[in-house]
């Protein structure tokens, strides 16, 4: 006898909040007309201003705080903790789903941040008072393609963008796994991991002077639209050839 399939249905991307597309389109606006200002020399002024303020207000004690709590934007680690989530989620439902999500996240990643930060080729605030040391006023514009790669990599902030994505694929495969112990994970912790570490990065990472005010906020946005990229992925409803149906569960929790 002929063994009889089972036909999936198409294929319907995963709900999101907010839910539509006009937030997608909101952030992708708004990151190309900062881009184009920044290019046209506005904001300098603000990025420069906040700056001077986080090398004046920078104590050894304080300074040391905001290095340590910026590992938490350390996009090595998150990936690895996030691969490792999604191998215990794996083998606990016998899926091979989850390993889909660490897996497009880096992938994402790769082909977007990097390639936008060698693209428009800005330096750091700590250019001028290290090497290259550039002159001041130098270390502000864009697009600025003489200088070697390694010293014009500032926007948009690849760590800021980073914890926003590996957080939200952490809480994504934290809270099943969880499940799979029998214990609940809070909608309230599933914000906090999502939300905080981000926050925390954003706002040491300018403290530092490691980025401008302006190159964390360009990384706010493109984390958080690389994030809902993610989160509109059907994970649960993705063909998979037959030889994995027998690992073939699901694993996502309705939004």
């Not at 009889?4 to 198409?10: K, L, M, S």
Request: glycine share 6%; charged share 15%; net charge positive.
């Amino acid at each position: 006898m002929r063994e009889t399939t089972t036909v999936r249905g198409r294929v319907r991307l995963a709900p999101v909040r907010p839910a539509g597309w006009w937030f997608d389109a909101l952030l992708l606006a708004a990151l190309v007309g900062l881009t184009v200002a920044l290019a046209a020399g506005w904001f300098f002024g603000i990025d420069r201003s906040v700056a001077d303020w986080a090398d004046a207000h920078r104590p050894t004690a304080a300074r040391w705080v905001a290095i340590i709590l910026n590992y938490l934007g350390q996009g090595t680690p998150l990936t690895l903790i996030a691969a490792g989530l999604s191998v215990l989620l794996a083998i606990r439902l016998r899926s091979v789903r989850p390993l889909f999500v660490p897996v497009a996240a880096f992938v994402l990643t790769l082909f977007t941040i990097g390639p936008l930060k060698v693209w428009t080729a800005r330096p750091a605030p700590s250019a001028s008072i290290k090497e290259p040391f550039l002159p001041p006023e130098q270390t502000l514009p864009l697009f600025q393609e003489d200088l070697p790669v390694r010293f014009a990599q500032s926007y948009p902030s690849g760590h800021v963008a980073n914890a926003i994505v590996w957080y939200g694929v952490i809480a994504l495969l934290l809270a099943p796994l969880l499940a799979t112990l029998g214990r609940r994970l809070p909608r309230r912790v599933v914000l906090e991991i999502r939300i905080v570490p981000p926050a925390v990065v954003l706002c040491t990472t300018t403290y530092l002077g490691w980025h401008w005010l302006s190159d964390s906020v360009a990384g706010l946005m493109l984390g958080l639209l690389l994030d809902r990229i993610l989160h509109r992925v059907p994970w649960d409803e993705l063909p998979l050839p037959a030889r994995l149906r027998s690992w073939d569960r699901p694993f996502t929790e309705p939004v």
